[in-house]
């Protein structure tokens, strides 16, 4: 999606200068850390009498202390903060700003198998399923059903994609118990196209239903075995 990719980019670009930033006052501050620790063995050798640090060593230890204190140190947390502050863009930062894009959360799924494949073909159906409850996980970049549980069935998507309108799902279920002695497969590949109900929205409020329908495949000449329509209606 146009919106969130230049979006990303943009915030990005924010958190690598604001890095850079704290790299140079974090090098300020720790090339003066390094100073006090080189003058207080300084100090600690004349004091006692001691060489911890003499003429031939000094200049070796004090290499050490700025490549560690001077730039591994400054360089390692700004490289923290940088990497922190794209892991929160990309899972949360654009939910505060494109809500209208936001479908991650907890949904209720009704199905109804209008179709079925047999030997003698299609036949009628209006097999209502029971509503089972998915969770989307969505990034900035990517989204996906996270391993849902119906009474009769788990599913999961395989890949996923969405846009401001449409949301797909390349997915697997699998059946067991009752629905496999009525005559379900073990387990399915299928296919969902969602459309985004937009209606009655705000530009800033989530979306709070979808509607579509989906197609199981054989996995060997991927013919469709099933058919129909499902419903998604946001859990609040």
């Given at each position: 999606m146009r919106e969130l990719k230049d979006y990303y980019e943009k915030r990005k670009g924010y958190a690598l200068l604001f890095c850079i930033a704290c790299w140079v006052i974090l090098a300020f501050v720790f090339y003066h850390i390094n100073d006090g620790i080189l003058c207080f063995f300084d100090k600690l050798s004349t004091d006692t009498k001691i060489a911890i640090i003499n003429e031939n060593n000094k200049s070796f230890y004090s290499y050490i202390l700025n490549?560690?204190?001077?730039?591994?140190?400054?360089?390692?947390?700004?490289?923290?903060i940088y990497f922190s502050l794209l892991n929160y863009i990309d899972k949360k930062g654009w939910k505060k700003h494109f809500p209208q894009y936001n479908l991650s959360g907890k949904w209720k799924d009704t199905t109804i198998y209008t179709k079925g494949l047999d030997n003698t073909g299609w036949i009628a159906s209006n097999i209502k399923s029971v509503p089972s409850y998915v969770e989307i996980d969505q990034t900035c970049h990517t989204i996906k059903i996270l391993p849902s549980m119906g009474d009769f069935f788990t599913w999961r998507s395989l890949s996923a994609d969405w846009d401001n309108?449409?949301?797909?799902?390349?997915?697997?279920?699998?059946?067991?118990?009752?629905?496999?002695?009525?005559?379900?497969?073990?387990?399915?590949?299928?296919?969902?196209?969602?459309?985004?109900?937009?209606?009655?929205?705000?530009?800033?409020?989530?979306?709070?239903?979808?509607?579509?329908?989906?197609?199981?495949?054989?996995?060997?000449?991927?013919?469709?075995?099933?058919?129909?329509?499902?419903?998604?209606?946001?859990?609040?």
């Open positions: 490549l560690l204190i001077g730039f591994v140190t400054p360089t390692s947390i700004a490289t923290f309108a449409n949301l797909t799902i390349l997915y697997k279920v699998e059946y067991f118990g009752l629905l496999q002695e009525q005559g379900y497969p073990e387990n399915r590949i299928g296919y969902e196209s969602m459309q985004i109900d937009t209606s009655n929205l705000s530009d800033r409020q989530r979306p709070y239903k979808m509607v579509g329908k989906f197609w199981h495949c054989v996995a060997d000449d991927g013919k469709p075995i099933y058919m129909g329509d499902v419903t998604y209606e946001r859990e609040t």
